[in-house]
């Protein structure tokens, strides 16, 4: 019992021809640059793109064989989130959960007592009466994850569903979405640009460019032996581990990181190559986190140079050729790396 998409189609500029397998109770990260074919694959999983050629198929049964079988889409075992969450605003909260139900002829009175109990469950049910427009980002998405749960869904999609919210609230709503996806025991396809996302939500990641999967398999994995410059650029960010107690990271290796705002407990903190500033001396600026280092290697990628750093806490920095050229900077030499508190996300693990 599972869901196979074997999805070949073409679209404008687009030859997607890509297979995906999620197993029962799993979440599979689809990651790509923009353009690659991961919408559309979700797409056409959901039955809003017919194929040209292949199967999609959920727990035994074809869906679209792009040939003689195709179910519409409100037939199919499938819920939604989409990136914009397209919550109805002429329609209440509690009439945006019950709609998918609705479309698929349960009687009103028993729609709105299920819309209930799923706003119940995502912490909403204050909000049953109130427009979309009345919500938050974080809150919005819950609603919209509510109504894709609602019908009982074997499969749930989700599409790129942190991308529309600010950097502030990202984190917060990042656990949350982990908590409620914990109580969904179906098969999990997320579409996302951010390793961050595949990290805190994913069991696996299947990594698609030019419309072909180039690599798949834990996150782990793939950050090991990356196949290609996307995939190496993508998982280029530095993943600390640690516990957290009163907002500082603590490392097995013993080093400190400080951080805005982190939940207690087991996290990985997410340093971005393009927040560390170097200097030659211990810098006088605001960052609350400097670590000594040791240049280990140079990598120049146009304009841009990525420095590889050895010490207490190993990191990757990017800076401008620019700034290369002004420190001087040669595998050997000792520097200085500042990150600031509020450029660093965390993950709980």
């Known amino acids: 019992m599972s869901l196979r998409a074997v999805v ?7 030859d997607l021809d890509v297979e995906v397998e999620v197993r029962p109770g799993e979440l599979v990260a689809v990651l790509g640059p923009n353009g690659a074919g ?7 999983v959901a039955g809003l793109q017919p194929l040209d ?45 019950a709609f998918g139900l609705r479309a698929r002829g349960v009687r009103a009175a028993e729609a709105r007592t299920r819309a209930h109990d799923w706003l119940a469950r995502v ?3 204050e909000y049953a009466g109130s427009r979309p427009r009345a919500l938050s980002g974080g809150q919005a998405q819950r609603v919209a994850l509510a109504r894709a749960l ?20 990202r984190a917060a709503v990042r656990r949350d979405l982990r908590q409620h ?9 997320l579409v996302t640009h951010d390793p961050v996302d595949a990290h805190a939500l994913a069991d696996r990641v299947v990594i698609v460019e030019d419309g072909r999967v180039v690599q798949a398999g834990t996150l782990a994995e ?30 097995a290796a013993g080093a400190h990181v400080v951080i805005a705002d982190a939940p207690a407990g087991d996290c990985v903190a997410v340093i971005r190559p393009h927040s560390v500033l170097l200097t030659r001396e211990a810098p006088a600026s605001s960052a609350r ?15 841009r140079v990525r420095v590889d750093l050895d010490g207490p806490l190993p990191l990757t920095a990017e800076i401008t050729v620019a700034a290369l050229d002004e420190l001087d900077l040669r595998p050997g030499d000792a520097v200085h790396a500042a990150v600031k508190a509020t450029d660093i996300e965390v993950a709980p693990t």
């Not at 991961?38 to 056409?44: D, E, F, M, Q």
């Open 8 to 14: 070949a189609l073409q679209l404008g500029t687009l």
């Open 38 to 44: 991961k919408s559309t694959l979700l797409r056409a």
């Open 53 to 97: 050629r292949g199967v999609v198929e959920i727990d035994g049964r074809v869906v679209d064989d792009g040939d003689e079988v195709f179910v519409e889409p409100e037939h199919r075992p499938i819920g939604v989130v989409f990136q914009q969450y397209l919550l109805f605003e002429h329609m209440s909260v509690l009439e945006n959960v």
């Open 123 to 125: 912490g909403l049910d």
């Open 150 to 169: 609602a019908t009982d869904p074997r499969v749930l999609l989700l599409d790129e569903p942190l991308a529309a919210l600010d950097v502030g609230t």
């Open 181 to 189: 996806l914990a109580s969904f025991e179906g098969m999990r396809l």
């Open 222 to 251: 793939v950050t090991a032996r990356p196949r290609s410059r996307y995939v190496a650029d993508l998982v280029g960010v530095n993943l600390v581990r640690g516990a957290v107690t009163d907002g500082v990271l603590r490392t």
């Open 289 to 303: 986190n400097v670590w000594p280092g040791v240049v280990v290697d140079l990598d120049r990628r146009g304009d």
